[in-house]
């Protein structure tokens, strides 16, 4: 039976060649990928693949935000999965502070 199963190629091995993919090696420009792929036993789509995802991901976190902490804010917000559990809930609800306290339980 043929193997369809890429060989393990683990996360040190993928970090290493997808930093040789993003550093520019202006001496042979068109030679690390191929030369990567057959060291490691993978195709040239799978590691251009992966550097595109790593690129990705690096311009996403350098993106500029907003300074400071988010604002905390203190609104709520009625749908239909709140207003389900507020029906669920209020018949539950006691009409008083006193019939759900201690005192109650003794008959004060």
């Known amino acids: 039976m043929a193997k369809h199963r890429i060989p393990k190629f683990t996360l040190e091995q993928r970090t290493e060649v997808v930093a040789q993919m993003l550093v520019s090696l202006p001496s042979c420009r068109w030679g690390p990928v191929s030369k990567l792929a057959r060291e490691h036993g993978v195709s040239r789509t799978l ?3 992966i550097r595109a995802r790593v690129w990705e991901a690096i311009v996403n976190a350098l993106q500029p935000r907003e300074a400071g902490r988010p604002a905390k804010t203190a609104t709520l917000t009625v749908d239909k999965s709140f207003i389900a559990r507020a029906i669920t809930i209020l018949p539950m609800l006691k ?3 006193r019939a759900a306290g201690p005192a ?4 004060c």
């Open 95 to 97: 009409g008083s502070v």
């Open 47 to 49: 590691l251009y693949e």
């Open 104 to 107: 109650s339980a003794l008959g």
